[in-house]
């Protein structure tokens, strides 16, 4: 069956689902593999539970006509998802980069609903399954989309960049996260950088931070609105205050606005800031994409704020890579508030030099100014042996509830596979 003929089936059909335990009645199920399942196993189970059409790749679990048997369904669903992108054919921004690019697709959400009726990447949706499956949820009532691409190795962004097809794009940074996969620094900027190479070459637009010189240096001949500290961007901004939430100023033509945010952290800098950019970019009013970042609450363990019976925290626990876990510190050690607590988590996929971007980490812990420090991995417990280690999360819990912190301010940040959202019912 080509994509042509398979749309046609989707535009009777205009719900996709990969879980045999979510079928909509009248959707089409695409049996997709991983390690450790083959969806082909299940095709039968979703027919029954109410697809009209499962999507499969192996012959030994074809049924009958409702069962369309193709060479690889990974690939399939993302050719008719770039298929249907090309049939709607709305304004899509494209968002990559090594921190920050959920919290700005937040952001830039809050600031473009203001004005158009869009479409955006749920949650972490943002690999080779995430963002087809976003592509495949357009309607024509949608006036423009913003997609969230992720990437841990070389050439999965242009992968996505090749479905996704954007008309604009923003990197919001580049540095060391998952060099496993990437193989060093500059793996990650030039993967990263695959976003700009597509723009360049469509003769897009790209909206970037002004004041990094990673990014400028790869943006060269593409059409950019800026943005940054310096009153020559298109908008600049600067912190006032972030004790603990963060406050800022920014400024277009001579205009000046002040946002109190619900965001943790002076480093979110960059990322409301390409939240404004955008929407002014759209001819959003000043007002309105204020007010969409003052009222913006992160509830996805990014940068978030909790005040518990004993304890006040920031929880920053979905992800961390070397760049993110220093600017975390920085702002936690620059906050005027008394008893600071640690609770940090190994960061992984680090590679080779994992051991050595932890040491490093533990350098800036002690030329800091942190109360109490409790380090939770094999790597930080490799280098880490001037401060309270720990081999695993469960040790970490169990040690919280024999010594309970309180009243104590408290960041808590790793790798979201350490799992140290857990800290959070003993703190």
């Known amino acids: 069956m080509t994509i042509p003929e398979l749309y046609e089936l989707f535009i009777h059909n205009p719900k996709v689902t990969t879980d045999s335990r979510n079928c909509p009645f009248g959707s089409i199920f695409f049996a997709l593999k991983g390690e450790k399942f083959d969806g082909n196993q299940y095709a039968k189970n979703a027919l029954d539970a109410g697809c009209s059409f499962a999507v499969i790749d192996n012959s030994d679990y074809y049924i009958d006509e409702r069962t369309i048997l193709v060479e690889n369904v990974l690939l399939t669903l993302q050719h008719l998802a770039h298929h249907h992108r090309k049939v709607i054919d709305c304004p899509i921004i494209g968002i990559t980069g090594t921190n920050g690019k959920t919290t700005t697709k937040e952001l830039l959400a809050a600031v473009l609903k203001e004005k158009f009726n869009l ?61 496993e996969g990437f193989g060093s620094f500059e793996g990650v900027v030039k993967t990263k950088g695959e976003l700009y190479d597509y723009i360049r070459q469509t003769k897009g637009t790209i909206f970037i931070n002004q004041e990094n010189p990673f990014l400028m240096e790869i943006a060269k001949g593409i059409e950019q609105v800026a943005y940054g ?53 759209f001819n959003i009013p000043e007002e309105q994409i204020s007010q969409a970042i003052a009222t913006y609450e992160p509830t996805n363990n990014r940068s978030q704020f909790k005040q518990t019976a004993s304890n006040r925290l920031i929880i920053d626990a979905y992800n961390a890579n070397p760049s993110s876990m220093k600017v975390a510190l920085d702002n936690f050690d620059a906050m005027n508030v008394a008893s600071k607590a640690l609770i940090l988590g190994d960061m992984r996929e680090l590679g080779a030099t994992s051991d050595e971007l932890h040491a490093e980490i533990v350098n800036r812990i002690q030329a800091g100014n942190f109360d109490k420090v409790l380090l939770c991995g094999e790597h930080f417990q490799k280098v880490g042996e001037d401060f309270t280690t720990f081999p695993s999360t469960e040790k970490l819990l169990q040690f919280l509830q024999e010594n309970p912190l309180i009243g104590y301010t408290v960041l808590i940040k790793g790798s979201h596979s350490m799992a140290l959202e857990k800290t959070i019912a003993y703190l």
């Open 229 to 281: 500290i310096t009153d020559s961007a298109f908008v600049c901004g600067s912190v006032l205050s972030c004790n603990p939430f963060l406050t800022f100023n920014w400024k277009q033509q001579g205009e000046s606005y002040t946002v109190e945010t619900h965001l943790i952290g002076g480093y979110n800098l960059d990322n409301v800031l390409a939240a404004v950019v955008i929407g002014r970019y």
């Open 119 to 179: 479409l955006y990447t749920e949650g972490n949706l943002n690999n080779q399954i995430g963002v087809p499956l976003t592509l495949l949820r357009l309607t024509h009532e949608h006036e423009m989309a913003v997609i969230e691409m992720g990437a841990s190795h070389p050439g999965d962004v242009k992968e996505l960049v090749d479905i996704v097809h954007p008309d604009y794009g923003l990197i919001t940074n580049v540095g060391k996260a998952h060099l």
